[in-house]
């Protein structure tokens, strides 16, 4: 048993996962997680996924947010249901599930000669993402609370066909670290 | 009805109950922790093992946690035999078939046939020389003194179950997560289930469909006995289940064959807990099962809610006279 919490924990590297909203304190996350399904299974916009060893042994079989089959409107529901408390109460005002990030690789309106595209500006329920002088989105981080709405409607993957990447334009992404209230923080990684 | 029958009712209802939780928003969850929003069952162990990991006790956990120890204790380990997966599926993969219970089932029946008595006979009168009173008091409960060959074999309260429990909490203790969890036979039962539907549900292949059954099927038949050797589940529940009282299996003694001079030990030989109902010492690992009553071939065994000691020492007076 000691040994297999040594290698659970150090030998399989962890990756970080975007748990769902109240999950996000992830030392607390993993001590409390029971690996019930109570989250994923009550989720009624089924934006919870189960993690698998691919996101480490520690990781396996617990709640992870997937953008591409729904998104998140903070009905609670999962908090209420999660028997250890792993997930705690959560304001989606004061709080985020991650900030949703951009990739101007991908987005069709960063494109040279694309553009257009304005879903993800038109689609956010909290208004978090804005135009730049070109028209092209850009997200207003003390508004986002990573609700995943604009990853969930994100067209970039129908559009480019060639690539088979599954990954689409605008991500909201695990560990950018708490949310700062009124701040544009700056972002890590992904943006450029 | 055959208690093994609705044993198998209640198991096929959890399983029905997890199945419906993956198709519809219903978020009644596995047998790590089943309910309804916040009112819900959980793993004892589990709960314990979150105590430890996180130095917090989410009220919501303590008190689950509170009510399934009380639940233990006033019905001992019923989850083992109710709702555990684990032993069917073993049962299931096992394909050499154990024959000794048979054979001690026919040895039974071919005793009893030898003395001229039909199956559920009570008392033959005459033909076999009827115990002892001394020997008869010895079979009773609680007064055993005697130290039978049934007796002899008595389970400890102590074992190497409670040496896996206190490791993994250790572990748990030091690396701040439920290390039991990760491979719990019960969570890795449903978290195959839980893979192979996302598999075919939503073409989410995952090595996890491949490692979760090997993990598996290593604790079910590489550590063979993981029921009474191993498990720290179990161990939490006996540890709870020591003052259990009710639902203890009794053996009447006017019918049971060995009053009657027959060596019979079918009880015991299809007792998965390795117990002796003719013994109340280390009853309260029983599960509640009812094997032992389903295959008693003198239908001597039953599952009263409650049997006082005193009544059973007075029964055995009265027939003793
Ligand atoms: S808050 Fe509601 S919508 Fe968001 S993840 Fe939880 S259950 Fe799903
Ligand atoms: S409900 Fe809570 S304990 Fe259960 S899997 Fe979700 S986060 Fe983990
Ligand atoms: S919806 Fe996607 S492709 Fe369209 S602008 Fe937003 S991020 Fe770019
Ligand atoms: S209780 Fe039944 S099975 Fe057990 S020894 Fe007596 S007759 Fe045999
Ligand atoms: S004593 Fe009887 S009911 Fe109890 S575990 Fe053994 S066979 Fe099952």
Redesign the interface.
Known sequence: MLALGGVAKYAFGDTPVLRPPGGQDEKHFIATCIKCDRCRGVCPLNCISVANMNDGLLNARTPKLDYHLGYCDFCDLCIQCCPTGALKDFDPDKEWVAPAVIDRELCIAYQPMGGGCMKCIDGCPYDAITTDTQGRPVVELDKCNGCGYCEYICPSNSYRVFSGIRKRAITVEADRGPRIAGSQQAQAGGAS | MKISVARKITLTLVVVVVLV??FV??????L????W??I?Y??PL??L??FL??W?F?P??LI?FILVAVGVIVLGKVFCAWLCPVPPLRKFFTFKKDTSVDDAIAASHKALKAAGATEGAIAIEGAIEPLSAEEQASLVGGSCKSGCSSCATQRKKLDSRHL?LG??L???A??????????CPV?LT??SL??LW?LVG?N?P???LL?FPVFLALELFVLRKWCIKFCPLGAVMSLLSIPNRLFRPHVDTKKCLRTQGIDCAVCVSVCEEELDPHCMDGMHECTKCGLCVDKCPAHAVTIPLYIAKKKQLEKTKTLAE
């Open positions: 939780s993956f928003n219903v978020g009644t969850g596995t790590s922790s089943m309910g929003e916040a819900a959980i793993c589990g709960a093992e979150t990991a996180s917090t989410v919501r956990a689950a896996v490791g993994a250790l572990s748990t030091i690396f701040g997560f439920p290390v039991f969890c990760i491979v969570g449903f978290a839980l893979a996302r939503f989410e995952s090595w996890a490692v």
